[in-house]
């Protein structure tokens, strides 16, 4: 009896599309796999249009990029991200749906960051390097059952600042110019707990959809978030930036 294909969802940033392109495919046929890339799958026609200039990068419905990932993410055996410095949000965010759907995530983590606690958590094993994720990828291509018996990393400080989430009456992310992957994944959490999600953006990015999907009210400056939390929370707010 023939056995049935592994399938991998493929989070990868936007930046590093024509790349990781030419990796999938080739990984593929080395493989015997699928991978399941929400650039193809989901927004393929919408793609061409951002690369031809024809529509803005973040001129799209949120819902129509978030709810299709997740449900392909729900639909695949696990994970490949490529975290590499190329600014992704989906794909750091799609790393706590996986986690929380229980599928396992090879992570690539090329751009120094395979410490960051929060990536970590959220990875079942962590590669530096396209070579040695491509020989993962490979024996479980040959071997899929052994999906299910790779190591979670688990780090508890994580662990008990996600569940000082749930009890909170609202919760603050605010994104900058440098990325910070605890903010970007703890509002995910918020989401999930229905956590009201305020956020402040102030680097340009208030309509990209995994921020916009994910967040109740967006700000862009500080003074209005102030004003808004004074207005509906009452007393003073002094934990903007925590």
Same mark, same amino acid.
């Given at each position: 009896?023939?056995?049935?294909?592994?399938?991998?969802?493929? %989070?990868?940033?936007?930046?590093?599309?024509?790349?990781?392109?030419?990796?999938?495919?080739?990984?593929?046929?080395?493989?015997?796999?699928?991978?399941?890339?929400?650039?193809?799958?989901?927004?393929?026609?919408?793609?061409?249009?951002?690369?031809?200039?024809?529509?803005?990068?973040?001129?799209?419905?949120?819902?129509?990029?978030?709810?299709? !990932? =997740?449900?392909?993410?729900?639909?695949?055996?696990?994970?490949?991200?490529?975290? !590499?410095?190329?600014?992704?949000?989906?794909?750091?965010?799609?790393?706590?749906?996986?986690?929380?759907?229980?599928?396992?995530?090879?992570?690539?983590?090329?751009?120094?960051?395979?410490?960051?606690?929060?990536?970590?958590?959220?990875?079942?094993? =962590?590669?530096?390097?396209?070579?040695?994720?491509?020989?993962?990828?490979?024996?479980?291509?040959?071997?899929?059952?052994?999906?299910?018996?790779?190591?979670?990393?688990?780090?508890?400080?994580?662990?008990?600042?996600?569940?000082?989430?749930?009890?909170?009456?609202y919760h603050l992310t605010t994104i900058e110019k440098n990325v910070n992957y605890e903010e970007i994944m703890k509002m995910v959490y918020a989401y999930k707990f229905d956590v009201p999600?305020?956020?402040?953006?102030?680097?340009?990015?208030?309509?990209?959809?995994?921020? !916009?999907?994910?967040?109740?009210?967006?700000?862009?400056?500080?003074?209005?978030?102030?004003?808004?939390?004074?207005?509906?929370?009452?007393?003073?707010?002094? %934990?903007?930036?925590?």
């Amino acid at each position: 009896m023939k056995k049935e294909k592994l399938k991998l969802y493929l %989070a990868h940033p936007f930046d590093s599309l024509k790349e990781i392109r030419e990796w999938e495919l080739a990984t593929e046929k080395e493989a015997g796999i699928e991978f399941v890339n929400p650039f193809y799958e989901n927004i393929g026609e919408k793609v061409i249009e951002i690369q031809a200039g024809r529509i803005e990068r973040y001129e799209v419905d949120p819902n129509s990029i978030v709810r299709p !990932d =997740i449900t392909l993410i729900m639909e695949s055996s696990g994970i490949v991200s490529i975290v !590499d410095g190329a600014l992704s949000y989906g794909t750091i965010q799609e790393k706590v749906y996986g986690l929380n759907m229980k599928k396992l995530d090879l992570s690539l983590i090329s751009n120094g960051c395979d410490d960051d606690p929060w990536l970590r958590h959220h990875s079942s094993e =962590i590669f530096t390097n396209l070579k040695d994720l491509t020989k993962r990828v490979v024996e479980l291509g040959k071997n899929p059952d052994a999906i299910n018996n790779l190591p979670k990393i688990k780090v508890p400080e994580v662990e008990k600042e996600i569940k000082k989430i749930k009890g909170k009456k609202y919760h603050l992310t605010t994104i900058e110019k440098n990325v910070n992957y605890e903010e970007i994944m703890k509002m995910v959490y918020a989401y999930k707990f229905d956590v009201p999600v305020y956020s402040l953006i102030t680097n340009g990015h208030e309509k990209h959809p995994w921020l !916009d999907y994910h967040s109740t009210k967006i700000f862009t400056k500080e003074k209005d978030l102030e004003e808004f939390l004074n207005l509906n929370y009452r007393g003073k707010i002094n %934990a903007i930036h925590t």
